[in-house]
């Protein structure tokens, strides 16, 4: 047995509980899709103020589907904990591939976006980043080392929309300022 395995199993036995899988549903179920990280990406672009954290969002969201999603998925294809432990899942068995955890770097890839936005409301956002994350053990779909590279591509995500999105703008700052 892997220390992974380990790891999700001593979830099972110490932690997973009554009270707390209700909340960790809600969490894992808001990271569906990356649902809530698109609904508040729409909400930052509807704003001129907040548009230009809006692009970064979904762009960072984007970059992130094509990392995780198109690219290491398939290429690394990891099966799943549930597939290979036997378990008694307690929300819908997802399918497609373990590795990274999608749930953890979109909500990561947004909450960074957020961060750069507005620090408080950031810090808010990579928290609940992080029960998404977590969740995602405690339902024994995906191994810590998922969400952890799903952080890693969700964070590197957002500095990399984040870099396109400056340099952009810039570009744009430039060449409105050269017309007369």
């Not at 992130?64 to 008694?88: M, S, Y």
């Not at 399918?95 to 936005?117: C, D, L, M, V």
């Not at 191994?143 to 703008?169: H, M, N, Q, R, W």
Request: positive net charge; glycine residues 6%; contains cysteine.
């Amino acid at each position: 047995m892997t220390w992974e395995t380990s790891t999700l199993l001593w979830l099972q036995n110490n932690i997973v509980n009554e009270w707390l899988t209700p909340i960790m549903k809600f969490c894992t179920q808001m990271g569906n899709g990356g649902l809530i990280w698109i609904l508040i990406t729409i909400v930052l672009l509807l704003f001129p103020k907040t548009r230009k954290y809006g692009f970064i969002s979904a762009l960072a969201l984007v970059i992130n589907v094509v990392i995780c999603n198109v690219c290491l998925k398939p290429l690394i294809a990891r099966p799943r904990p549930f597939t290979v432990t036997e378990i008694n899942l307690l929300i819908p068995a997802p399918g497609g591939f373990s590795f990274p955890s999608g749930h953890t770097s979109s909500s990561f890839a947004a909450a960074t976006a957020i961060y750069f936005w507005h620090k408080k409301i950031g810090i808010a956002a990579l928290i609940f980043a992080a029960l998404v994350a977590f969740s995602r053990m405690y339902f024994f779909v995906h191994y810590p080392t998922d969400v952890l590279c799903g952080l890693i591509v969700g964070i590197g995500s957002a500095f990399a929309a984040k870099y396109i999105v400056e340099f952009y703008y810039k570009k744009k700052a430039v060449s409105t300022s050269g017309k007369a």
